[in-house]
């Protein structure tokens, strides 16, 4: 049983919601029913925080709960969750701030967003070619 994707899926779903829940509230504060608005880059910040996440985490549960069958619940499986789960908070992070979605600001948050980028690229990265390494030699 693939428990590690399992609780990995929780934690991102969870996430996911309240997101989803903050691009409800600023619809209603800012009286935007559908899309963006009138180029607001606040809006399209937090809509792009939520869709960010919903591109990237459903594709990568998946795959680790793929290799988490065939290797096991093993603690390199464990590192690899726990790392793709650091990378998307770091991006969410980013995108709390104008910095870093539009950099505009503290160019410190625009650092983190690169950080978080970069950590989930590599991570999803190492986790498709784990599993298509144990698959070949399976």
């Not at 939520?50 to 093993?74: C, W």
């Amino acid at each position: 049983m693939p428990i590690i994707a399992a609780v990995t899926a929780s934690i991102l779903l969870i996430v996911q919601q309240l997101l989803m829940l903050g691009i409800g509230i600023q619809r209603r504060r800012k009286r935007i029913g559908v899309g963006i608005g009138d180029n607001d880059i606040d809006m399209e910040r937090i809509v792009r925080r939520h869709g960010n996440l919903a591109e990237n985490g459903p594709i990568y549960v998946i795959t680790l709960a793929l290799l988490e069958l065939v290797v096991g619940s093993t603690i390199p499986v464990a590192v690899l969750a726990c790392l793709f789960l650091i990378a998307r908070a770091l991006h969410i992070i980013a995108f709390s701030s104008l910095g870093g979605s539009h950099a505009k600001g503290n160019r410190k948050f625009l650092l983190v967003r690169m950080s978080g980028v970069m950590l989930t690229a590599i991570v999803s990265f190492v986790t498709a070619l784990y599993l298509l390494i144990a698959v070949i030699i399976a």
